[in-house]
């Protein structure tokens, strides 16, 4: 296994059904993955997000409304449990800002977000600091690259909010507008931020489409300006809905999850416009909820919530997908992430 700089490159999968976390090892050269642990948790895991230092992960315990934080052992990937606290109904995502010291989370059934202190331990504070009702079916969480605005999609209220954060003291407050409603065919489910912060990518549920949006560079409000469909002209729409998108680290490419036409969909980006070309889909295992693409850029790694299996892919220098790989990871693989971890 090639390491550069870190002391492990790790693929986490979150095993709905078997209540358990699966490691795998990520060899750098060639994208290829090995069974290295598996952590029964206390109740069932779906998303799941890492600190920006590498050290912990974050789990969403959908089933009883629960966070968890897990300490990530950095030679090996094995996980400590840190920490359990109440969140709320079915928490659908979350994300620490960038300073790390707070999580994000989007309620998909409580229909709020929620800001927690992330101590210096690695554990989560026992109470939110700050809670914030907002409108049916919370789904996405995006922060931008300054720590001052945050973005959260969602898909039954057709919303995506724009907050102002104060990284200080950890509080979000609303920007003007509050929020900006989305066509009704949308239902925007993940969002992600350019790198450059310039634009805001939405994949839409409901639309089986992705959803290009202006930031404002002073308000940091959003404004659509473009919508390219992520399934082909002759699959029925109603067949599929779109899950997890997400941008490469160098800002040129986009991918989003087809679950239906069982697909990952590729766009490539115009770094001056931020609008997208479609590069068409690629064939995933049934039912892709999750994929995580490695921090090189390099490698996309696609989670078969149907089947069980992942598949591994090569990003291209155009941006195209090419199956390296097929592993086994378990029954109802919910979430897929990539994490290196330093020594």
Not at 102 to 112: C, D, H, I, S, V
Not at 117 to 131: E, I, Y
Request: charged share 20%; hydrophobic share 35%.
């Amino acid at each position: 296994m090639e390491k550069v700089g870190v002391a492990g490159n790790w693929l986490f999968v979150s095993l709905l059904q078997e209540k358990a976390i699966v490691t795998f090892e990520r060899d750098l050269a060639s994208g290829q993955i090995l069974r290295r642990g598996r952590t029964v948790c206390p109740a069932e895991p779906a998303i799941m997000s890492a600190s920006r230092s590498g050290d912990l992960l974050f789990v969403s315990l959908r089933s009883t409304g629960q966070l968890a934080s897990y300490r990530i052992e950095g030679s090996t990937g094995a996980l400590k449990l840190l920490s359990i606290v109440g969140g709320g109904e079915d928490p659908a995502y979350l994300q620490t800002d960038r300073s790390g010291r707070y999580l994000f989370t989007a309620y998909y059934a409580g229909n709020k977000v929620t800001v927690h202190r992330v101590l210096a331990d690695g554990r989560l504070s026992a109470t939110p600091l700050q809670t914030v009702p907002t409108a049916a079916r919370a789904h996405g969480i995006a922060v931008d690259t300054k720590n001052l605005g945050v973005f959260v999609s969602h898909t039954g209220a057709n919303r995506i909010y724009q907050f102002q954060f104060d990284p200080k003291h950890g509080r979000l407050t609303a920007a003007e507008p509050p929020y900006l409603t989305t066509p009704d065919s949308h239902h925007p489910r993940h969002l992600m931020l350019h790198p450059s912060d310039r634009w805001a990518y939405t994949s839409d549920e409901a639309g089986d489409s992705i959803s290009i949006y202006d930031v404002d560079s002073t308000t940091s409000a959003l404004k659509l300006k473009q919508t390219v469909s992520s399934i082909p002209g002759d699959f029925d729409g109603v067949k599929n809905s779109t899950a997890r998108c997400e941008i490469t680290p160098d800002g040129r490419y986009i991918y989003v999850a087809n679950r239906g036409h069982d697909s990952i969909a590729g766009f490539a980006i115009d770094q001056n416009t931020g609008m997208v070309r479609s590069l068409g889909q690629f064939a995933t295992e049934p039912t892709p909820r999750s994929f995580s693409i490695s921090a090189d850029g390099r490698y996309l790694y696609a989670a078969g919530q149907a089947s069980g299996r992942l598949v591994v892919y090569r990003i291209g220098e155009t941006g195209h997908l090419t199956n390296v790989g097929r592993f086994e990871s378990g029954p109802v693989s919910w979430s897929a992430l990539c994490v290196d971890t330093t020594d």
